[in-house]
């Protein structure tokens, strides 16, 4: 079959599955067109993260005003862990926080607040990928409503690189249904304290080996090829340069893996 043909085969197959799509996976396809991840973990640009974190926080009612106007913590410097910004069309619109937690490493936001119930499943042999610090310009927010998943897209690759027991998340009430419904998550200890927040919030967990694939089955802009999850994931070695910025691959539908 000379290569022509099976270009316009490929090219045939990709509309097709393009057709199958529903309306709401093309928005959200044709939207991380124009987005970019950033790996941030010091200089002017984590700097702008840690006033949207408070930003974001003081309007939604989850911190009260402080005279620092910035929210960081130890955790953005541990060796597990991972400040993304997501950027559209150059905007910074959100950013999440990642901590791969493993007995080598068990520190991270929940396994401190809920230490008493994770610490003894870290000595089991459990692993985590801990989502935090997720947060979103409101001015923004109500323009891209598909912001939060393209955001929490960072803790689906992460969750495919790295195949941990579970993903964890901390999250108030009335977002619990959100992370039941998308990521089948369920609860594993009632709400407590959190450093920081005036909110109380409840530890939920979904279980990577029975819902992650069917996560990203249902929901196709969570694919991504091992290549973006490198780039995303991999440190870089002594001497060599990070990647500066990352894009979403989830388009790259038949070569996804």
């Not at 953005?76 to 993304?84: A, K, L």
């Not at 109500?142 to 790295?162: D, E, N, Q």
């Amino acid at each position: 079959m000379s290569a022509s043909v099976e270009l316009r085969r490929a090219e045939g197959e990709e509309r097709a599955e393009q057709r199958e799509l529903s309306p709401f996976t093309r928005n959200v396809l044709s939207l991380l067109e124009q987005v970019e991840y950033r790996h941030l973990d010091s200089g002017e640009d984590f700097e702008d993260v840690c006033r949207l974190r408070y930003k974001s926080y003081v309007q939604s009612g989850m911190m009260s005003p402080n005279a620092a106007r910035a929210v960081k913590d130890r955790f953005d410097e541990q060796p597990n862990s991972f400040v993304f910004g997501v950027y559209y069309d150059g905007s910074l619109v959100s950013t999440l926080r990642l901590h791969h937690v493993t007995e080598r490493y068990a520190q991270s936001p929940s396994t401190v607040v809920f230490g008493d119930v994770l610490e003894k499943r870290i000595a089991r042999g459990e692993t985590f990928i801990d989502p935090s610090r997720f947060a979103a310009d409101m001015n923004w927010a109500g323009t891209l409503r598909v912001l939060p998943y393209i955001t929490l897209r960072l803790a689906v690759l992460a969750c495919k690189h790295f195949n941990p027991t579970y993903c964890l998340t901390a999250v108030k009430e009335e977002h619990a249904s959100f992370y039941r419904r998308i990521f089948r998550c369920e609860e594993a200890v009632p709400p407590r304290t959190y450093p920081g927040l005036i909110v109380p919030v409840h530890l939920y967990q979904s279980k990577c080996s029975d819902n992650m694939e069917d996560t990203i089955e249902r929901f196709p802009f969570f694919r991504s090829t091992a290549y973006e999850r490198r780039m995303l994931f991999v440190r870089p070695v002594r001497g060599e340069l990070a990647p500066l910025t990352i894009l979403p691959t989830a388009k790259y539908l038949k070569v996804a893996a």
